[in-house]
Nanobody
C-alpha cells in the first residue's frame, strides 16, 4: 500500500517561497511508470494541477504556474519537493501530492494514491 504524506509550513508571507515535501512510503518514486503530481484546491474552487516529476526525474509544469514552480526529488529519502516562489494570497489552497502514471493525462486527476493534503495560507 502506497502512502503519501505532505508536510510544510501552514502560513507563508506574500512574496516568499512556499516549500512543501511529499514523503512516499510503500513504493519507490523511481518505479516505472509512475508520475508524482502536485495539485492544489483553493477555497471554494476546483482542483488545479501544478506539475509532476516522473520516475526518471523529468518534470512538467502547468503553463500558468511554470515561471514560479520547481518540483524536485530526493531518491535517498523517497521524497518529492514543491517550491512555489513569489506567492500571493491567491496561492492559498490545500496542496496535495498524488501518484499518476504515464499515459494518463495529469489534468484528469485519475490518480491511484493521494496524500491527505496540507493547508497553506498566504498572508502577512
Amino acid at each position: 500500500q502506497v502512502q503519501l504524506q505532505e508536510s510544510g509550513p501552514g502560513l507563508v508571507k506574500p512574496s516568499q517561497t512556499l516549500s512543501l515535501t511529499c514523503a512516499v512510503s510503500g513504493g519507490s518514486i523511481t518505479t516505472v511508470p509512475y508520475y508524482w503530481n502536485w495539485v492544489r484546491q483553493p477555497p471554494g474552487k476546483g482542483l488545479e494541477w501544478i506539475g509532476f516529476i516522473t520516475y526518471s526525474g523529468s518534470t512538467s509544469y502547468s503553463p500558468s504556474l511554470q515561471s514560479r514552480t520547481s518540483i524536485s526529488r530526493d531518491t535517498s529519502k523517497n521524497q518529492i519537493t514543491l517550491q512555489l516562489s513569489s506567492v500571493t494570497p491567491e496561492d492559498t489552497a490545500v496542496y496535495y501530492c498524488a501518484r499518476g502514471r504515464s499515459g494518463i493525462l495529469a489534468t484528469s486527476y485519475e490518480y491511484d494514491y493521494w496524500g491527505q493534503g496540507t493547508q497553506v495560507t498566504v498572508s502577512s
